[in-house]
């Protein structure tokens, strides 16, 4: 991976809560399965890129484990990284 893991770690944070989103606004109007099947694998991949991305930050393992929050986990991690000095893309 030429780029570092912050940095698809922004990109992955950005992804799951814009895609919980659409799911829910979907879910609470028409509910049009199409768009369910569409988007709810992309949101589980983002979870789990996330989630994995997370874990390989050279950060305490208390923080990368929040990378397991679902929604919002990604967002606390990079908030942590840039406490600590990783700001994402380097």
Do not use: F, I, K
Not at 13 to 42: F, I, K, M
Not at 49 to 62: C, D, E, I, S, W
Request: net charge positive; no cysteine.
């Amino acid at each position: 991976m030429s780029e570092s893991p912050t940095r698809w770690l922004a990109l992955a944070t950005t992804v799951e809560p814009a895609t919980l989103a659409v799911l829910l606004v979907d879910l609470a109007t028409v509910h049009w399965a199409p768009l369910a099947s569409a988007v709810g694998p992309l949101h589980g991949t983002a979870y789990l890129v996330t989630a994995v991305l997370a874990r390989q930050l050279p950060l305490p393992r208390g923080v990368r484990l929040r990378g397991l929050v679902p929604a919002v986990g990604g967002l606390l991690v990079l908030r942590a990284a840039g406490r600590r000095g990783a700001a994402p893309g380097g």
